[in-house]
C-alpha cells in the first residue's frame, strides 16, 4: 500500500525557512515522481515542485523558482522541499503526490495525475 506522510510545516517569520519532508513506504520511492502541491482555502491546489523518476529531473512553479529546492534521499525514503525566503503568500497547507510514470513543467497543473497523497502539512508565513 502506497503511502506519503509530510511533517516540516510551521509557523515562520517572512524571509525564513523551512524544510519539508514527505516519506515514502509501500514503493521503491526511486521507481516514483514526487510532487509537491499546496492549498488555501477556497483555491485549487497549486504545483509547486516535482521530481521525475529515475533521472530526478526537478521542475518548479514560477513563483518558488530560485527559493525552494526540492530533493529526494532514496536510502531514506523522503523527498525534501526545502522553503528559503518565505513570503506570506507561501502559507498554504502542502501536500506530497507521487505517481508512477515520469514528470514535467506541466505536470504541476495537472494533481488528478497523481495518484497517491499526503494528508498535508501547514505551513504559515506571518508578514
Known amino acids: 500500500q502506497v503511502q506519503l506522510a509530510e511533517s516540516g510545516g510551521g509557523l515562520v517569520q517572512s524571509g525564513d525557512s523551512l524544510r519539508l519532508s514527505c516519506v515514502v513506504s509501500?514503493?521503491?520511492?526511486?521507481?516514483?515522481?514526487i510532487a509537491w502541491f499546496r492549498q488555501t482555502p477556497g483555491r485549487d491546489r497549486e504545483g509547486v515542485s516535482c521530481?521525475?523518476?529515475?533521472?530526478?529531473?526537478?521542475y518548479y512553479a514560477d513563483s518558488v523558482k530560485g527559493r525552494f529546492l526540492i530533493s529526494r534521499d532514496n536510502a531514506k525514503s523522503t523527498v525534501y522541499l526545502q522553503m528559503n525566503s518565505l513570503k506570506p503568500e507561501d502559507t498554504a497547507v502542502y501536500f506530497c503526490?507521487?505517481?508512477?510514470?515520469?514528470?514535467?513543467?506541466?505536470?504541476?497543473?495537472?494533481?488528478?495525475?497523481?495518484?497517491?497523497w499526503g494528508q498535508g502539512t501547514q505551513v504559515t508565513v506571518s508578514s
Open positions: 521530481i521525475s523518476r529515475i533521472d530526478d529531473s526537478t
Open positions: 503526490a507521487a505517481r508512477d510514470g515520469r514528470v514535467e513543467t506541466g505536470s504541476l497543473s495537472h494533481p488528478s495525475a497523481f495518484t497517491s
Open positions: 509501500g514503493f521503491t520511492p526511486a521507481y516514483y515522481s
